[in-house]
């Protein structure tokens, strides 16, 4: 919502434009309100967007399935596992019998939690005791003792992870042995991510599974402002890097690669004009 509040301040400030952010419970919720032409841009992670746009998974029958196309891989997500350093829980499998914030129901968090029990051969249903908060209520309980660990998929750094780091010591569970199960069951959306000790004062380095957030467009999206608006993003991107760190990984080289989905025509002519589309 940090994001995507700069871009809205953004456009409607350099092309004129009505828009307006609203706060959701992210990917599954964003790409549903794209579908039901309730939003005109959202934000969404890789593994959710190919579901909706497929009718796979979360989107299968009767879930209706969402027309969508990409205009930018934005940044990367680091799947976050939290518990305190002290709890004695040091692999996922740990976790067995403990009490869990999977993310809001219906978030790309759930289904990256849900995904990576399950690469660990445990069932979420049965195997925990499964709490759904969003990142700084899952902190907030945490810290006070009412959960054992929870999951956020976030760009570094997450605020509610780095305010918990901040009067509690936290570590982040290694999920390594997740990525590549992962990938394989459900596509190639999921890859290696370091979390630097730095990010959160943790006493290692450690690796993690990333995902690609992008922003999307219905199909219809008119070309002309969705060129307009990636030149404003990309032109502006000290403006945006202000409101959120993450902006800092917009950038012409990387924005084309790794979408599960067709990019827009508007998109694909921005790039073009920037000698930067590859397909």
Known sequence: ????????????????????????????D?????RDGKADLAFTLSDTLYDAVNGTNTFAAPERKVDAKALAVLYSNATHLVVKDASGINTVTDLKGKRVSMGTAGSGTEVIANRTFEAYGLDPAKDVSRERLG???????????KIDAFFFSGGLPVPAVLDIST?????????????????????????????????????ADVTVSGVANLLVVPSSFDPALAQA???????????LVKVHVAAKDLLLETATVGSPIDFHQGAIDYYKSKNAWKK
């Open 167 to 203: 009067s509690t010591k936290i570590k982040l569970l290694d999920l390594t042995e997740s990525i590549k199960k992962m990938a394989d069951k459900y596509g190639p959306f999921y890859f290696s991510y370091k979390v630097p000790k730095t990010t959160y004062n943790t006493a």
């Open 229 to 239: 608006i990636l030149a404003t993003m990309f032109d502006n991107k000290d403006d």
């Open 1 to 28: 919502i940090v994001y995507g509040a700069g871009l809205a301040e953004l456009l409607n400030k350099k092309l004129g434009t009505a828009a307006s952010a609203q706060s959701t419970t992210a990917s599954v």
């Open 135 to 145: 990142a700084q209520d899952s902190a907030n309980a945490l810290r006070d003792g």
């Open 30 to 34: 964003n790409m549903k309100l794209l």
